[in-house]
């Protein structure tokens, strides 16, 4: 049981871009306090020497790493439900990037709520920037500008989301998706490739343009000699709205921002791996959470400050 007076502590799930960068978010909280890094039993062993140097403890069992308030789930989006689901069930609240839109997102969120109610735990889906803190922006823009129409363009830069999905093909050794805006919302995948020895470009490409996370877009396969040479994380969103407000035509609002993916990733899940602990049992999107249960501090200096 935490005391409310204690820092809350963090396990951060996997070690990739994403995770590392968490670690480091957590570690620059002033309310917060890393416990550990959870990954597979084999990286452990592989990572441990890093680990070690950098002061930071790793298990491949979140329960070796004492009290845990919250685990940020920085694994592939695929992996989520049955890694939230299992965090929910030992009583740890959860903050994922879980980044495939739509109808699974909702299917996540409404699954691990009625868990959460059961466990007495919160979970946070979907605590990216897109989904995520766009999402939040969304709907404020729809606040200001009721009837319109908002267009999110992405990029050009490296969505982590698609690479992962481009690189679990059989055949591909690495893979790099960049998603390039072509306008009012609608884009193209540029995905490069690094294929096993003697396999298939064909049928990898097929298998990469036929993947849920690439069929709605104008998808490009290339097959290169070394993804990395290439690679840059660097990432941005420009959102616009055009729209009625208090039946005032052509209002017109926008967003941009151009980022390290994994950094601004790593950075949301932290502020809502504090938000959990500030919530009712349940599942909940960034729309749903007040923004000043992200920040650290108590409410009342917070609206002295900020508003």
Same mark, same amino acid.
């Given at each position: 049981?935490?005391?409310?007076?204690?820092?809350?502590?963090?396990?951060?799930?996997?070690?990739?871009?994403?995770?590392?960068?968490?670690?480091?978010?957590?570690?620059?909280?002033?309310?917060?306090?890393?416990?550990?890094?959870?990954?597979?039993?084999?990286?452990?062993?592989?990572?441990?020497?890093?680990?070690?140097?950098?002061?930071?403890?790793?298990?491949?069992?979140?329960?070796?790493?004492?009290?845990?308030?919250?685990?940020?789930?920085?694994c592939?989006?695929?992996?989520?439900?049955?890694?939230a689901?299992?965090?929910?069930?030992?009583?740890?609240?959860?903050?994922?990037?879980?980044?495939i839109?739509?109808?699974?997102?909702?299917?996540?969120?409404?699954?691990?709520? %009625?868990? =959460?109610?059961?466990?007495?735990?919160?979970?946070? #889906?979907? $605590?990216?920037?897109? *989904? +995520?803190?766009d999402?939040? @922006?969304?709907?404020?823009?729809?606040?200001?500008?009721?009837?319109?129409?908002?267009?999110? %363009?992405? =990029?050009?830069?490296?969505?982590?989301?698609?690479? #992962?999905? $481009?690189?679990?093909? *059989? +055949?591909?050794?690495?893979? @790099?998706?960049?998603?390039?805006?072509?306008?009012?919302?609608?884009?193209?995948?540029?995905?490069?490739?690094?294929?096993?020895?003697?396999?298939?470009?064909?049928?990898?490409?097929?298998?990469?343009?036929?993947?849920?996370?690439?069929?709605?877009?104008?998808?490009?396969?290339?097959?290169?000699?070394?993804?990395d040479?290439?690679?840059?994380?660097?990432?941005?969103?420009?959102?616009?709205?055009?729209?009625?407000?208090?039946?005032?035509?052509?209002?017109?609002?926008?967003?941009?921002m151009?980022?390290?993916?994994?950094?601004?990733?790593?950075?949301?899940?932290a502020?809502?791996?504090?938000?959990?602990?500030?919530?009712?049992?349940?599942?909940?999107?960034?729309?749903e959470?007040?923004?000043?249960?992200?920040?650290?501090?108590?409410?009342?200096?917070?609206?002295k400050?900020?508003?």
């Open positions: 049981m935490r005391d409310e007076n204690s820092k809350i502590r963090v396990a951060v799930v996997g070690y990739g871009n994403i995770g590392k960068c968490a670690v480091d978010a957590v570690r620059d909280a002033s309310d917060m306090e890393l416990a550990g890094v959870v990954e597979l039993d084999e990286i452990v062993r592989l990572k441990r020497s890093l680990a070690e140097t950098t002061g930071i403890v790793m298990a491949s069992d979140a329960r070796d790493l004492g009290r845990v308030d919250v685990a940020l789930l920085c592939p989006s695929r992996n989520v439900p049955e890694t689901e299992r965090y929910v069930a030992m009583g740890i609240n959860t903050v994922d990037c879980f980044d839109h739509g109808d699974e997102l909702w299917k996540l969120r409404q699954d691990l709520d %009625n868990l =959460g109610k059961k466990n007495g735990t919160v979970s946070i #889906v979907s $605590a990216g920037w897109d *989904p +995520g803190s999402s939040l @922006l969304r709907a404020l823009l729809e606040a200001m500008a009721p009837r319109g129409i908002t267009y999110t %363009n992405f =990029g050009p830069g490296m969505s982590m989301g698609h690479s #992962v999905a $481009a690189k679990s093909k *059989p +055949g591909v050794r690495k893979a @790099l998706s960049m998603t390039i805006p072509t306008g009012t919302g609608i884009h193209r995948r540029m995905v490069y490739v690094e294929l096993e020895p003697d396999a298939d470009f064909a049928a990898a490409e097929k298998a990469i343009a036929t993947d849920a996370y690439f069929a709605k877009d104008h998808t490009v396969v290339t097959q290169v000699a070394d993804v040479a290439l690679l840059d994380m660097g990432h941005g969103v420009l959102m616009e709205r055009k729209g009625v407000s208090s039946g005032a035509q052509n209002q017109l609002f926008e967003f941009r151009k980022i390290n993916n994994p950094a601004l990733t790593a950075q949301i899940m502020a809502c791996g504090r938000a959990t602990v500030r919530q009712q049992p349940g599942a909940y999107t960034m729309p959470i007040p923004v000043l249960d992200l920040l650290p501090g108590d409410r009342e200096s917070l609206v400050r900020l508003v």
